[in-house]
């Protein structure tokens, strides 16, 4: 039995209520296993802290040069690559391996078998137990985004056990939609804000699409209005359980304790929870399938990944992006609050996969339009004779073998190579523009904004995020505008594409053993790009042991602590009023106070690196 744990955004307790529940099962005699498929941030081995009994580095064949005997630079292997991730420049041959997404195009379509490929390593797998509860977890090796599918799948082997607790990604991409297909149940735990019901009915829709019904879990569950109970009402959404807001859960959280081993009335709670879905887990549980959306006659824009000039230049725009390893940080919220600080600001929300800035901006839409960022492939029955090239040579596991040996595409795990167009002998396949999303240009009372909508179990998210730069920068007429970018959180290609060329990165994190794990994460792939970052502290002090780590770390790695914030309601009372904390909050308060403080110092900085 598989049952996916998932959200739509980080930080709403999916790892908490994953671990515990793992936990829970085993002590009622399950053989459990524990299957971390948030590969960009695992957090779950912090709280179950497993004894790993094997390691294993997780290879790809990549192609990396060519043999130059061989090569005639005819340039076949840049023409069909769909990724921009080679070139052919003055007779050399260059390969971008953060764009690489090892489909084997380009080996195929080499005249002269000239592409070498060599091992490549896209992360790390570990497998190990903590008492009864079997664990297995993958870590993205830095700056891969793209192969968090290729790195889930490789966890999502290990599906052995008697009950499977899957820990999925937030979101709705493709990393969560690998995680949770084929589970037998998706428990969906959301948090009664208004980041939380928007980022839930994003969730609920990439399930029904994937013809899967699923069930919610509310954490945090003090609601100070009805609007999470009223959007499952009028969906039908089953609501099996809710945990408290309760600061007692966020300090065994901070340090990497488990509620169900130290607080007796949680105990009582997750064995509730573990025997409803149990028995909902048996049954049947099905929607409509995804339907991809037409094209119509909007505006489709589509964009590429460019190798830009990062020298600066005194009249340059600043740019500073606010990023954090995990969700639920208070990223989104800080950047609200610069941009009602900020003089002449442009907004940029490229956490498309989830965004949630437009919920304290309130932007007037002034232009919109679809997102293309790939090719879908379709195959022409009347034409295909059933050879079956396509599935032998799809890297993706995307050609679906039906009765009587017909063959289908499988469009959520298509990711638009065009291999198999490539190796059709009949010219069967059709390879068509792909809409990955929707864009959309507004004004905000703070400024002009840009801002973008994923479409549901869709990649590109990266070239979706250039987009929504690349629009924001349209906007920005004044060489000394502030461009603040909200990033997503992760490590993968949309925080990738988020930072590339960035001034500054302002990384929020929090006291507790998974920010700290994840802002490391998060802090290696900024220097992996050589973006200079500073640290903010949110709930500064829910653990003052962790707090005193987090500036240890900050001292190690010479990376400065702009700023700490208190735990505080705040940040949801100010989301509750569609409002930033400075505009909420009077400026003497002490968390306006602190965020003020905290943005005086990032301008500063911004300018420093910028000029």
Not at 478 to 489: E, F, Q, R
Request: charged share 30%; aromatic share 4%.
């Amino acid at each position: 039995m598989d049952i996916a744990i998932a959200s739509g955004k980080g930080g709403t307790g999916k790892t908490l209520i994953a671990t515990n529940l793992a936990k829970t099962f085993a002590e009622r005699g399950n053989e459990v296993h524990y299957l971390d498929c948030d590969v960009e941030e695992p957090d779950g081995h912090l709280f179950l802290k497993p004894e790993i009994i094997e390691d294993e580095e997780i290879m790809l064949k990549s192609p990396s040069s060519v043999d130059e005997d061989k090569c005639e630079k005819c340039g076949k292997c840049a023409d069909a690559c769909k990724y921009n991730a080679i070139a052919v420049v003055n007779k050399n041959v260059l390969f971008f391996p953060e764009l690489c997404h090892i489909c084997g195009a380009c080996s195929l379509v080499c005249p002269n078998d000239a592409i070498i490929e060599s091992k490549r390593k896209i992360g790390e797998l570990k497998k190990g137990h903590s008492g009864e509860v079997n664990v297995t977890y993958a870590a993205l090796e830095t700056g891969e985004g793209g192969m968090s599918p290729r790195l889930i799948q490789a966890v999502r082997k290990e599906n052995r056990g008697e009950i499977n607790m899957i820990d999925a990604p937030p979101g709705t991409a493709c990393p969560a939609v690998e995680s949770i297909s084929g589970a037998d149940l998706v428990v969906l735990v959301a948090d009664p804000t208004p980041f939380g019901v928007n980022d839930l009915k994003l969730s609920v829709d990439m399930c029904r699409g994937m013809e899967m019904e699923p069930v919610v879990i509310v954490n945090r569950a003090e609601y100070k209005d009805e609007n999470l109970k009223k959007y499952c009402e009028s969906e039908d959404l089953q609501i099996v359980g809710e945990i408290p807001d309760d600061r007692k859960v966020a300090e065994i959280y901070s340090r990497g304790g488990m509620v169900v081993e130290e607080l007796k009335k949680y105990e009582d709670i997750f064995i509730e929870l573990a025997e409803e879905l149990e028995r909902l887990s048996s049954g049947e549980r099905k929607r409509e399938p995804l339907t991809r959306k037409s094209v119509g006659s909007k505006d489709i824009r589509k964009t590429e990944f460019k190798q830009k000039d990062t020298s600066p230049s005194p009249d340059s725009k600043r740019e500073l992006v606010i990023i954090s390893g995990k969700g639920g940080t208070g990223k989104t919220s800080l950047t609200g609050s610069f941009a009602a600080l900020a003089e002449k600001p442009i907004l940029s929300d490229c956490d498309v996969d989830a965004a949630d800035l437009h919920l304290l901006t309130d932007p007037e839409v002034k232009e919109s339009g679809l997102f293309s960022g790939g090719l879908t492939a379709e195959i022409d029955q009347d034409k295909c004779t059933n050879c079956g090239l396509c599935k032998q040579q799809c890297r993706f596991d995307s050609i679906i073998l039906e009765e009587e040996r017909r063959y289908s595409i499988d469009q959520l795990k298509c990711e638009g190579c065009g291999v198999c167009s490539i190796v059709c002998p009949e010219d069967a396949v059709d390879l068509q523009g792909a809409v990955n999303g929707e864009w959309f240009i507004s004004e905000t009372r703070f400024g002009g904004m840009s801002h973008a909508k994923l479409g549901i179990a869709e990649e590109n998210s990266g070239k979706l995020v250039t987009l929504v730069r690349e629009n924001a920068e349209g906007l920005a007429s004044d060489k000394s505008a502030n461009m603040l970018i909200d990033g997503a959180p992760g490590t993968g290609c949309s925080v990738i594409a988020s930072l590339t060329d960035s001034d500054y990165a302002l990384v929020v994190t929090e006291p507790t053993v998974s920010g700290i794990y994840d802002m490391e994460r998060v802090l290696d792939v900024a220097d992996h790009f050589g973006i200079r970052s500073g640290i903010v502290i949110n709930k500064a002090d829910l653990n003052e042991e962790m707090t005193e780590k987090i500036e240890e770390i900050g001292e190690k790695r010479g990376i400065e602590i702009l700023g700490k914030i208190s735990y505080d309601t705040v940040f949801i009372d100010a989301q509750m009023q569609a409002l930033s904390v400075v505009e909420y909050e009077d400026e003497d308060d002490p968390v306006s106070l602190a965020i003020r403080e905290i943005w005086k110092k990032v301008e500063d900085r911004i300018s420093s690196t910028s000029g």
